[in-house]
């Protein structure tokens, strides 16, 4: 789907969405998605320096392009609730970066963005290679509330962000993104230094090197869609509208759920409705699962993997949630042999995962 227009009405399979497109006054842009057109007036705004990213360096030895951004240094650091910039903005408040006074679901580029379309070309470096930081890093608040999750904002809230997911999708790759990553991070183990329900979106101007070997071992004839046949009895968690969360057999992370489609799809820009209702049936579901297990919010990386610009179609889409717990009360540490190697050891049997997962 591609959005032209200013509060513009589109179709996701069915159901009406609009989506309004505002400029904030530091040159940024806003996209407020919605159920009904988002009309009321902006408020107040601050307007300051915006960071134009930093730069990319090549590492020799481990094949991979990295981020270097500095001013990220700065960034927002566990406001409080009175200062928390993804609310909504207020009369006699503060502003915040949404200057509307209510929304359903917002979209913004990031003031401390490691990606930028205008970033600057790196000074040289003897015998380093170098290149522009350029792309885009969005924040994708989903909601006014500054409480929540994946699984109590329930479906049709669920679906809405799927939308504005395949909205971004859509027109990053047609700004000439080479991959683009949605993603949610949740909980302090993790990191997360703003704890209003939200997520973002890189839009890379490379293929990073892990969904550039996925896109190998694709190409090379891996079928994700013949092992999930292979996986359901032992490895499922649930099913919903021909997509399967499951944790799969080659898991590195304790309790590691992936979502998948049961065919190939390149990406949740190609579901079916039935396809989108189940995918943010199983969002919800595997929160859920995972915060009765733990016996509290739980921390996770969440990461959707569709298929590169320039991947074929036999690149198979994953949603991948990596816990930071290994039980409840205990932290899963990432120490000296993952970062060091990149082999993981991992201390549940995804087997035993799936089952204990799948019995809640």
Known sequence: ???????????ADGEAVYRRRFVKKDGRDLFLYGY??????????????????????????????NIYAPHRQNRTFKP?????????????WAPTEIPFTDFELAV???KFTSLHSEAPQ???????????AGGRCEVIVYGPEDFGNLYSMGQEKRRLLLAAWNDRYTELYDQGAEFVLPFENRGDEVGVTLHHPHGQIYAFPFVPRVQQD??????KGYSLAANLQDFREDYSVAHAGGLTAFCPPFARFPF????????????????????????????GDVTRRYDEFFQRPTAYMLSLHAAPRS???????????????????RVKYLASVEQSTGAFTVDVMPEMAAKTLRAL
């Open 1 to 11: 789907m591609t959005v032209k227009t200013p509060n513009s009405r589109y179709a």
């Open 214 to 219: 996925a896109m190998n071992a694709f190409g």
């Open 122 to 132: 790196p000074s040289e470096i003897d015998s380093v290679q170098l290149r522009r």
């Open 256 to 283: 590691e759920t992936w979502i998948a489609p049961d065919k190939c799809t390149r990406g949740p820009w190609d579901f079916s409705s039935d396809q989108l209702d189940g995918f943010a049936h199983l969002l």
């Open 108 to 110: 913004f580029e990031n």
């Open 311 to 329: 991947a074929d179609d036999r690149f198979h889409f994953t949603a991948q949630f990596y816990p930071l717990l290994r039980a409840p009360g």
């Open 80 to 92: 409080s609730a009175a200062n928390n910039p993804l609310a909504p903005s207020a009369l006699g």
């Open 36 to 65: 009904q057109p988002h009309t009321l007036p902006p408020l107040d705004e601050d307007v300051g320096a915006v960071a134009k990213g930093g730069e990319l360096r090549f590492h020799p030895l481990r094949n991979e392009w």
